[in-house]
C-alpha cells in the first residue's frame, strides 16, 4: 500500500524557515517523480514543486521560485521542501504527491497534509 | 497565463442524482493530459480519472470523464454520500500543473 507521511509543518513568523519532509512506503521511491501540493484556507489546490526519481529535473511555481527548495533522498525513501522567507500567502496545508511512473507529471498518490501557518 | 475554469462553483443536488462537472482550459491540453481529483475535508486528495477518460484504480464506474482538446467533463452518474466533495481538475502536460478552481457538490 502507497504511504505518504508529511511532517514538519507548524507556526513560523514571516520571514522564517521551516523544512517539510515526507516519508514514503509501499513502493520503489527512486522510480517515481514526487510533488508539492498545497491548499490555502478555503482556496483551492496549488501545485508547488515537481522532482524527477533521478532529480535531475526540478520545477517550480512561479509564487514560490528562489523561496522554496525541494529535494529528496532515494536512500531514505525521502522528500522535502526547504521553505524560506515565508510569507502570509504561504499558510496552507502542503501535501506531498507522488508522480506516475510511467507520466511522471501525473499526480496519483497524495499523503493527508501537514499545516504551515504564517503569522506573527 | 495557463487558466482552467471549472464550473459550476457549486451544485446542489440529492442523492441518485447525476452531476456533470465543467473544466475548460485557456488553451489546448496535449495528449488529454487532463486529471480529475476529489478532496475532502482532513483526507487525502484521490486521483479519479487520468487522461481526460480513464478511471483511475478502485474508482467506481459511476465516475466518468470525457472531452478534448479544450473542454472537459466529469460526471458521476448516481450520486452516492460519500461523492459529496469538492473536485479539481489539473492539466499535467506543461509546467507549472495548474488546477482548476475547484466544484463544490453539496447536498441539496
Known amino acids: 500500500e502507497v504511504q505518504l507521511v508529511e511532517s514538519g509543518g507548524g507556526l513560523v513568523q514571516p520571514g522564517g524557515s521551516l523544512r517539510l519532509s515526507c516519508a514514503a512506503s509501499?513502493?520503489?521511491?527512486?522510480?517515481?517523480?514526487m510533488n508539492w501540493v498545497r491548499q490555502a484556507p478555503g482556496k483551492g489546490l496549488e501545485w508547488v514543486s515537481y522532482?524527477?526519481?533521478?532529480?535531475?529535473?526540478?520545477n517550480y511555481a512561479d509564487s514560490v521560485k528562489g523561496r522554496f527548495t525541494i529535494s529528496r533522498d532515494n536512500a531514505r525513501n525521502s522528500l522535502y521542501l526547504q521553505i524560506n522567507s515565508l510569507r502570509d500567502e504561504d499558510t496552507a496545508v502542503y501535501y506531498c504527491?507522488?508522480?506516475?511512473?510511467?507520466?511522471?507529471?501525473?499526480?496519483?498518490?497524495w499523503g493527508q497534509g501537514t499545516l504551515v501557518t504564517v503569522s506573527p | 497565463e495557463i487558466v482552467l475554469t471549472q464550473s459550476p462553483g457549486t451544485l446542489s443536488l440529492s442523492p441518485g442524482e447525476r452531476a456533470t462537472l465543467s473544466c475548460r482550459a485557456s488553451g489546448s491540453v496535449s495528449s488529454n493530459h487532463l486529471a480529475w481529483y476529489q478532496v475532502k475535508p482532513g483526507q487525502a486528495p484521490r486521483l479519479l480519472i487520468s487522461g481526460a477518460s480513464r478511471r483511475a484504480t478502485a474508482i467506481p464506474d459511476r465516475f466518468s470523464g470525457s472531452g478534448s482538446g479544450t473542454d472537459f467533463t466529469l460526471t458521476i452518474s448516481r450520486l452516492e454520500p460519500e461523492d459529496f466533495a469538492v473536485y479539481y481538475c489539473q492539466r499535467y502536460d506543461i509546467s507549472p500543473r495548474t488546477f482548476g478552481q475547484g466544484t463544490k457538490v453539496e447536498v441539496k
Open positions: 504527491a507522488r508522480g506516475e511512473a510511467t507520466s511522471g507529471w501525473l499526480i496519483d498518490y
Open positions: 522532482i524527477s526519481g533521478s532529480t535531475t529535473s526540478v
Open positions: 509501499g513502493f520503489t521511491f527512486s522510480s517515481h517523480s
